[in-house]
C-alpha cells in the first residue's frame, strides 16, 4: 500500500488548529518569526504529542507585519541565526510537550525564495543541523539537502493552482486558489503519486472539512495515510 504524509501549517492564529490535528499526521509550527508565540507552539506540540502528530518547524523570514509573504533580501549569517533561533524556542516546548521537531519547512516567501536561490537555501540547511526537509518538488532547497545526506520530503499543494510542474501560481494571481471539498480532494489523489506529503491549509472557514474529504478520497484510492 502506497504511503502519503499530510501536513498542515498550524500556530498561525488562525482556523482550527485542533480540527485540523485530528486529520493530518504532520504539523508544521510557526515558530514566531511569521506569526505564533509561546503559547501557540505549547498548544500545537502539547495536541500533536497526544494524538501521535510528527512535529516540525515552520521557519520563516522575520516579518510579523506581512505574514512572512514579502522577499527579503537577508545576509546569509542573519537568515542563519534567525532560523537556528526559531528552531531552538520551538524545540524547547516540543521538548517540554513530550515530543520533538523532526523536519522543517519554510514558509511563504522563504519557501518560495530557498527554492531558487542556493545561498539562502544553504544558510537554512547549515542552521538546522540533520532534520529532515520540506519542500517543493525541483527546488534548491531539496536538492542541496539530498546531496547533503539528509532526508527530503516532497510535498504537493492540492489546494493551490500550478503554473508549471514545480511553481505554484503566486497568491492574488488567476488560479492561484483551489476551492471545494471535492476539487481539493480530486487534486490530492491525483498529486499524491508524485509527492511524499500533501499540504492542507487550514486558513479558510471550511479547512477542516475539506481536510476531512482528502483524507477520505486518499483512503479510498488505497493510500495509508501516516507519516514517511
Not at 126 to 148: D, F, I, K, P, W
Not at 205 to 216: E, F, I, L, Y
Amino acid at each position: 500500500m502506497a504511503v502519503i504524509d499530510l501536513n498542515a501549517d498550524l500556530g498561525e492564529g488562525m482556523g482550527d488548529d485542533a480540527g485540523l490535528l485530528r486529520i493530518v499526521t504532520s504539523a508544521n509550527v510557526a515558530c514566531g518569526a511569521h506569526a505564533g508565540d509561546t503559547d501557540t507552539m505549547r498548544s500545537v506540540c502539547g495536541l500533536a504529542a497526544r494524538l501521535g502528530v510528527r512535529v516540525g518547524a515552520h521557519i520563516s523570514y522575520e516579518d510579523r507585519s506581512n505574514f512572512g509573504r514579502t522577499p527579503m533580501a537577508v545576509a546569509p549569517e542573519v537568515l542563519a541565526a534567525s532560523v537556528r533561533a526559531q528552531l531552538e524556542r520551538l524545540s524547547d516546548v516540543a521538548a517540554e510537550c513530550g515530543t520533538e521537531v523532526t523536519y522543517l519547512k519554510p514558509h511563504g516567501a522563504l519557501y518560495h525564495q530557498v527554492a531558487v536561490d542556493p545561498i539562502q537555501a544553504e544558510a537554512v540547511l547549515g542552521a538546522t543541523g540533520t532534520l529532515a526537509v520540506m519542500g517543493l518538488a525541483g527546488s534548491r532547497l531539496l536538492e542541496l539537502a539530498t546531496a547533503a545526506g539528509r532526508t527530503t520530503i516532497v510535498e504537493g499543494f492540492p489546494d493551490r493552482g500550478y503554473r508549471s510542474a514545480h511553481r505554484l501560481i503566486p497568491r492574488g494571481d488567476p488560479g492561484a486558489l483551489i476551492e471545494g471539498a471535492d476539487q481539493i480532494a480530486a487534486n490530492a489523489v491525483a498529486l499524491a503519486a508524485g509527492v511524499d506529503s500533501l499540504c492542507l491549509h487550514g486558513d479558510s472557514p471550511d479547512a477542516v472539512a475539506s481536510a476531512a474529504a482528502v483524507r477520505q478520497a486518499l483512503e479510498a484510492a488505497g493510500y495509508d495515510v501516516r507519516t514517511w
